[in-house]
Structures are given as structure tokens and as C-alpha cells.
């Protein structure tokens, strides 16, 4: 039984690059999350995904982030250019309903990746 | 101030203790609760959610007080396998859950 999927697991760049973080929800979960969690801070929203549609994207801290779901299932969390203040584990988590439901829905997260920017 | 605070702890109880968490919220729209727990550099994972008539599973009991915004985490008889932190996450609006940043609960031997 597949979870929550993201790679890489470990992330090391320098400042100044550009990364690409990837989630693989489980299979049919409409909604898909992507969290921010710095250490010893509990998870932040960056933004959330029903299907192919980016609902929210209230939580992304700046234009450098972006996120993308084309096909509503594998999403696509991108960081240009790089600061050490990215440096964090980015979470994502999937969900099986979407709309008015969700918000009841508890959420699987995946491992998560963790990102150290130099 | 955040949406979701919760005492960050750390709590050291000894096995077989009684150990109580409490969060509040500050969203009078919240809609839904839940408590998740997070080991150590793993993902967080769902450990119960929390109606409002307040429910029990197992030794964890849970309760929600919508009029003073306030959620509980009861846990009774702690067993070293409880260790990690207890966080606590209210759904407002529809597909975003907002989280507090996790009460650490050790129990020793």
C-alpha cells in the first residue's frame, strides 16, 4: 500500500540554486498540501491543490516558491534561487476529498524533504 | 500571536503518569480539530480527531471546548512509546489546516 511519496528525502544546495521538491500522493486523494516546517516550529501551509487547481497559495513566503499539480496527481514544489532562511523540511500530504468536505479530513503526510541551503 | 498555541512543554513524566496538553485557537470559524503526534525527524501522523462531545480512544481522551476555543489531549497510564511531540491542528477554511507548534512529551523509565 502506497503513502505520500516525496524525493529527494535529503537536499543540500547552495545559495542560490534553484530546487525542485516532488510529492506522489496517494493514489485518487483529490486534495494535495505542501507544508514548511522549521526545526523545533510545527508544520506552515505554503499552499493547497484540489485536483489540478491551486486553491491557495497564501502560505508561500515569497515569488521565489512555486507549485504545480498539471495532471492532479504528482505536484511539483520549486525554490528559486535559493537563501539559507529556505532551509527547513517541506512536507506534503494528501487528502481524499476535496471542496466542502476537506476541511474534515485529516491529512497523510509524507516523509518529507529536507532541504539545507549553504 | 499565533492562530494555534500550545504550551511547547518539554513534559518528563515517568511511565504509568497522567499527562494533560491543552491548545487554543484563536479562529471562531474553526471547523474541525485533531491531534497529531511526530516522532522525531518523521512526519507527522494522525493520532485521533476531537468532537465536540469530546471521545476517547484508548488511554488518549479528547476535548474541545468551542466557547473558550480551547482543545485538550488526555493521556493516561504514559508508556515510553508516547515520547514525541503532540501537535495539535484546527481546519477554518475548506483545505488548509492550521497547526500549533507541538507540545514534547518525554516519558521515562
Known amino acids: 500500500g502506497a503513502g505520500v511519496s516525496q524525493s529527494p528525502r535529503y537536499k543540500v544546495a547552495k545559495r542560490g540554486q534553484d530546487v525542485a521538491l516532488r510529492c506522489d500522493p496517494i493514489?485518487?486523494?483529490?486534495?494535495l498540501f505542501w507544508y514548511q516546517q522549521a526545526l523545533g516550529q510545527g508544520p506552515e501551509f505554503l499552499t493547497y491543490f484540489q485536483n489540478e487547481a491551486q486553491l491557495d497559495k497564501s502560505g508561500l513566503p515569497s515569488d521565489r516558491f512555486f507549485a504545480e499539480r498539471p495532471e492532479g496527481s504528482v505536484s511539483t514544489l520549486k525554490i528559486q534561487r535559493t537563501q539559507q532562511e529556505d532551509s527547513a523540511v517541506y512536507l506534503c500530504a494528501s487528502s481524499p476529498v476535496g471542496g466542502s468536505r476537506s476541511y474534515n479530513s485529516p491529512l497523510h503526510f509524507g516523509n518529507g524533504t529536507r532541504l539545507t541551503v549553504t | 500571536r499565533k492562530e494555534v498555541e500550545q504550551d511547547p512543554g518539554p513534559f518528563n513524566v515517568p511511565e504509568g503518569a497522567t499527562v494533560a496538553f491543552n491548545c487554543t485557537y484563536s479562529?471562531?470559524?474553526?471547523?474541525?480539530f485533531f491531534w497529531y503526534r511526530q516522532d522525531c525527524r518523521k512526519e507527522p501522523k494522525l493520532l485521533m480527531s476531537?468532537?465536540?462531545s469530546g471521545n476517547e480512544d484508548g488511554r488518549f481522551t479528547a476535548q474541545l471546548n468551542r466557547a473558550s476555543q480551547y482543545i485538550s489531549l488526555l493521556i493516561r497510564d504514559s508508556k515510553l512509546s508516547d515520547s514525541a511531540t503532540y501537535l495539535c491542528?484546527?481546519?477554518?477554511?475548506?483545505?488548509?489546516?492550521?497547526f500549533g507548534d507541538g507540545t514534547t512529551l518525554t516519558v521515562k523509565p
Open positions: 493514489s485518487g486523494h483529490v486534495s
Open positions: 479562529n471562531s470559524a474553526s471547523q474541525s
Open positions: 476531537v468532537y465536540s
Open positions: 491542528v484546527v481546519n477554518t477554511n475548506a483545505g488548509k489546516s492550521t
